[in-house]
């Protein structure tokens, strides 16, 4: 499978951005999904994934109640809308595609290429 992230820009302290990724080649139903992001000088930390076929949702503490990952099926995208965005949310954030729903980067082996995102205050 391949995959497309974008939506990535400048936004304002408070703002909201919506990022999507796009999935191509396998039916992306086939995999559970995730987003992880990496700050300047940071390792990559997860941020949420959502399962294949129930839905169900997890989220790191530091974006729970800000950040909503959903999929639509139809078109084989996934987005992160993101919320009450702050300054540490500053990154790049990457769409991953795991045949397990987990929050571990090691067990997603396809990944997206990055698209950053900037929180100014």
């Known amino acids: 499978v391949q995959l497309q992230a974008s939506g990535g820009g400048l936004v304002q302290v408070g703002g909201s951005l919506t990022l999507t990724c796009a999935a191509s080649?396998?039916?992306?139903?086939?995999?559970?999904m995730g987003w992880f992001r990496q700050a300047p000088g940071k390792e990559r930390e997860f941020v949420a994934a959502?399962?294949?076929?129930?839905?169900?949702?997890h989220y790191a503490d530091s974006v729970k109640g800000r950040f909503t990952i959903s999929r639509d099926g139809i078109k084989n995208t996934v987005f992160l809308h993101m919320n009450s965005l702050k300054p540490e949310d500053t990154a790049v954030y990457y769409c991953?595609?795991?045949?397990?729903?987990?929050?571990?980067?090691?067990?997603?082996?396809?990944w997206g290429q990055g698209t950053l995102v900037t929180v100014s205050s």
């Open positions: 959502i399962s294949r076929s129930d839905g169900a949702e």
């Open positions: 080649g396998r039916t992306r139903n086939s995999y559970a």
């Open positions: 991953a595609a795991s045949v397990y729903y987990n929050i571990r980067s090691e067990k997603y082996n396809h």
